[in-house]
């Protein structure tokens, strides 16, 4: 027994170095910031046992940042971390699109091959801006480095401070201000992008908040607030999701909806309504109204033969 005793130490050993490894180099592909002290205290082992783990055994796997961490090299980086999965969804604004959010249950999805898959999500229409990749990519570089923007915009030369991309409804905007005023133009329209590398500005607090708290491109400083009449027949469509900026709803006993929205320019809120006639009326302000009624007049008129 005592002969076989040295043997079974050095199998226990080595089993619990391959444990310790395997675990770590896990981690450090999860894009874990490893810390030697925690792994040492986790591992019930000596602070040296770990360094020697990270410096040597893990030598080309693992590198030391200058906060003192572990990290993943570069050159080993050939996969993806899974909790990068969540932020790419978060960044595309689909986080929220299946019930279940759990990373196991989105790994599980993309395990199921897709003709097996019990779920299939029609893609929202986007606009191509294949032409217009040195643009995105130089007004990306501008708005990091806060670099005065020089363009064409509807035939009218542009002098503008980018500050965000914004992608609504299939289009890419640019938020950017000009002559004082922050507004929005749309990328694919925009036109011989010059960005002053000599010229630096400094991001306004109140912009930045004011695109933060944002959930549409109209920049206006001044919004209407907007009282509609939904049907009971369309009600649960909006009811469901928000149609409109910050959208509130009341349900009455007959199953219609008094819904309030805050909109920046009549032009934002007319297409909806538009889209859900006759079931939806606008009941305050009564000139926004009368301008619905006396747009769709013309059209008939338009119309007949």
Known sequence: MSAQTPAANTTSKGEKLAQRLSRIIARLHQGELIDKHQLAAEFDVDVRTIERDLHQRLHGIA???????????????????????????????????????????????????????????????????????????????????????????????????????????????????EAGRLKNFSVALIEALQVDHTQHFTPKRAHLDYIANKDDVWFTEQTTEVLLRVAPEIAHYFARRQLLPQQQQRQDSDGSLLVTTQINHINQLLPVVRYWLPHVRIVQPKAWEEELVRGLEQALVMWEP
């Open 63 to 177: 590198e030391r940042n200058d906060q003192g961490q572990w990290q993943l090299t570069h050159t080993a980086r050939s996969t993806i971390p899974a909790r990068h999965l969540h932020d790419y969804a978060r960044m595309a604004g689909t986080e929220h699109l299946f019930p279940d959010t759990s990373l196991s249950y989105l790994l599980g999805q993309l395990a199921t091959p897709e003709p097996r898959r019990a779920t299939h999500v029609q893609p929202v229409p986007h606009e191509d801006l294949g032409g217009n990749t040195r643009t995105f990519a130089a007004l990306q570089q501008a708005i990091g480095q806060h670099h005065i923007c020089h363009f064409t915009y509807k035939a009218k030369p542009r002098i503008a401070h980018p500050y965000r991309l914004i992608h609504k409804n299939g289009v890419w905007y640019l938020a950017a201000e």
